[in-house]
């Protein structure tokens, strides 16, 4: 189903120290198998994995069911981890565009987003596109406490207010369980709420209700996505090495001095999963002057923005391409007798070839202009597929903070702009 090539890294690797580095990694994926790193009162990513509650995600799903009955929007308030994984998994799943319901179906609930920026101008033209439809609130954050996405809450609460007779009944807050301003709200208006176990931070939760509700909601389906993850923890407890290879190629490449990871999609749906992924390494590595600086390329796009710097500019890019086998659909460049654009030579290929072509020529130009470059091919892009995926990344970039000497699991650096912020704001 998920398919790894780490190969194009090893004519950059110096493989004298290497066995010394093997026995690292081994040791630091055990060290997450068996909680005995640094952080590991945080590993609850993997025990909600261990141990699935399936009525919590039969009434998730229920729920989900209910949203996508009687809502044509469901408003998602979150920033971070509340809210990259499940804008992620719904952009790899859903159309580009908004398709034509067929005769008697609801068209799908749209899944926007809100609270992960301070712009008056989207939160204003955000709550304009909404009068006139049935709207829902998913207000999600674990702290309860996070400055933009309360904001938006408090903004948008006064909106619904005023629009919606049974208003409390369409917002439901996804918190902690007893901490914070947001289950205190949520408790004193009788919202319906879902609890972020205390054991997983922001950035791995996208396989609790933060992500799971807004996912279910959009259609999709929970159920397989969770599964996905159980089979991958369950692939990596019995043979780590893909995780393992992936975080000590990247820390051995670090140790050499490069800086930059390149998350290179040609799907450009696959482009949230980018993002998701720049937030989980950059969040848990970036500590202490370490880690690789993830940054997410957009192809072919961005290779006529980007692509003359990852060919011949500085020599501190690793590249890792996340790419499909499968498209979902297909398309053919019609022949054309007249070949007036001389696009014969393409004439009755699929779009896929085209786009593999570029996909191929791009990885092999880049490795020869000096770029270690890696593989991650998924068969195709369904729920599963991206539940395997989402573990996949969570177990490596574990494993790589403990090579760092790190605890993946803090990010202490987050509060720095924080204090900043709020002094400028005269916060109390
Ligand atoms: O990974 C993390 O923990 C953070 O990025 C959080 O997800 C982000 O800061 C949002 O926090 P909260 O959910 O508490 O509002």
């Known amino acids: ?90 952009q790899a799943l859903s159309p580009y565009f908004k398709q034509q319901p067929k005769d ?5 609930v749209e899944v926007l987003f809100a609270g992960h920026n301070i712009s008056a101008t989207y939160l204003s033209q955000l709550l304009d596109s909404l009068e006139g439809k049935s709207v829902y609130v998913n207000v999600i954050s674990k702290s309860g406490t996070t400055l933009e996405p309360a904001v938006a809450f408090r903004i948008i609460r006064a909106w619904m207010e005023h629009r919606f007779e049974d208003c409390d009944q369409r917002i439901i807050a996804t918190t902690d369980g007893s901490k914070g301003a947001l289950r205190k709200l949520a408790t004193e208006k009788g919202y319906r709420t879902y609890i972020i176990p205390d054991d997983v931070g922001g950035r791995f939760s996208v396989m609790t209700p933060v992500g799971l509700l807004p996912i279910a909601a959009a259609g999709f389906d929970i159920r397989s996505f969770f599964y996905g993850s159980v089979a991958m923890l369950k692939d990596l407890d019995k043979d780590g090495d893909a995780a393992i290879q992936y975080a000590l190629r990247r820390y051995a490449l670090h140790e050499a001095g490069y800086t930059t990871e390149i998350m290179s999609v040609f799907e450009p749906k696959l482009a949230g999963i980018g993002s998701w992924w720049q937030q989980l390494f950059g969040e848990s590595e970036g500590k202490e002057g370490k880690g690789l600086f993830p940054a997410v390329c957009t192809f072919s796009t961005d290779l006529h923005s980007l692509g003359q710097y990852i060919q011949a500019g500085r020599r501190n890019l690793i590249e890792t391409f996340l790419v499909i086998e499968k498209d979902r659909l297909s398309l053919d460049v019609p022949n054309d007798a007249s070949n007036l654009d001389g696009l014969n030579y393409v004439s009755d290929a699929p779009l896929k070839r085209i786009n593999d072509a570029a996909y191929k020529g791009t990885a092999s130009a880049h490795q020869q202009g000096g770029v270690p470059t890696q593989h991650i091919t998924l068969a195709s892009i369904n729920e599963e597929a991206l539940g395997r995926l989402v573990y ?14 790190v605890n993946p699991f803090d990010q202490p650096g987050v509060e720095d702009y924080k204090q900043e912020m709020f002094a400028l704001l005269g916060k109390p």
């Not at 004298?16 to 990513?45: D, F, M, Y």
């Not at 008697?104 to 799908?108: D, I, K, T």
């Open 1 to 90: 189903m998920i398919q790894f090539d780490f190969t194009g890294t090893d004519p950059f690797l110096n493989k004298s120290q290497w066995e010394g580095l093997s026995r690292r990694a081994q040791a630091a994926h055990e060290a997450v198998l068996n909680g005995t790193g640094a952080g590991n009162e945080w590993l609850g990513w993997r025990r909600i994995l261990q141990d699935p509650n399936d009525a919590l995600l039969e009434n998730i799903a229920a729920v989900g069911q209910e949203i996508a009955s009687r809502a044509d929007v469901l408003l998602c308030i979150g920033i971070g981890g509340s809210y990259l994984g499940s804008e992620a998994v719904i």
């Open 104 to 108: 008697g179906e609801r068209p799908p």
């Open 392 to 405: 996949f990344f969570e177990h490596a970039v574990s494993i790589g903070g403990y090579l760092l000497g």
